[in-house]
Nanobody
Framework: QVQLVESGGGLVQTGGSLRLSCAASGRTSSSYAMGWFRQAPGKEREFVIAISWSGDDTNYIDSVKGRFTISRDNAKNTVFLQMNSLKPEDTAVYYC?????????????????WGKGTLVTVSS
């Protein structure tokens, strides 16, 4: 089993920034992709951004391009999500995810482990 613990959510004004962190512990495999999904009220959980084990590859949805950056520290089994220029439509619960590789982690069925989520609220 792998446990994922997110931190860093909160309330921010439009145009502001937040940095989310997610620490993995337990039986992690030798290499795995990490990423973030989000779920807004009344909507389905959607893929946002992911990073490969090496950090060389990233994948993200168009709506966060140029605003969100993902990085990881493998020595600490931690992934970070830097969110800038936040918009009210970014308001959601953000879930950390671990999957086999950067391709499969973009799908909910391709996620092996989920965090419990952290709430991000962007006020207008």
């Amino acid at each position: 089993q792998v446990q994922l613990v997110e931190s860093g959510g909160g309330l921010v004004q439009t145009g502001g920034s937040l940095r989310l962190s997610c620490a993995a512990s337990g039986r992690t495999s030798s290499s795995y992709a990490m990423g973030w999904f989000r779920q807004a009220p009344g909507k389905e959980r959607e893929f946002v951004i992911a990073i490969s084990w090496s950090g060389d590859d990233t994948n993200y949805i168009d709506s966060v391009k140029g605003r969100f950056t993902i990085s990881r520290d493998n020595a600490k089994n931690t992934v970070f999500l830097q969110m800038n220029s936040l918009k009210p439509e970014d308001t959601a619960v953000y879930y950390c995810a671990v999957g086999t590789n950067i391709a499969t982690i973009t799908l909910r069925d391709g996620v092996d482990y989920w965090g419990k989520g952290t709430l991000v609220t962007v006020s207008s």
